[in-house]
């Protein structure tokens, strides 16, 4: 089974690419890839083992769709519960 690794990032141009290639590279049953998202229904589980957030501090929405996968299974690294919680779309899928 291969494991996917979601990288959410905004305008970084060193780390992303390179973490990216390094983890493809090793080929030991883990991918990485960025994180493609598009309208997010609360029932919908994520595609990915583990998410590395380095830009939801900027964008709400991707806030709220960390808070909303987390409950799915992945691991977030950087966690998203550290800010407020009035997220009406969060308190939707409590």
Known sequence: MTLKVGLMVG??????????????????????????LGGTRMDEPSPYAVII???????????SYLNNAVFHGPTVVNNPFM????????EASL
């Open 53 to 63: 957030d380095r830009i939801s501090h900027e964008v709400p929405y991707f806030r």
């Open 83 to 90: 800010w407020p919680a009035d997220d009406k779309f969060f």
């Open 11 to 36: 305008r970084e141009w060193s780390f992303p690419p390179a973490f990216i290639n390094e983890v493809n590279r090793r080929n030991t049953g883990v991918v990485a890839e960025f994180v493609k």
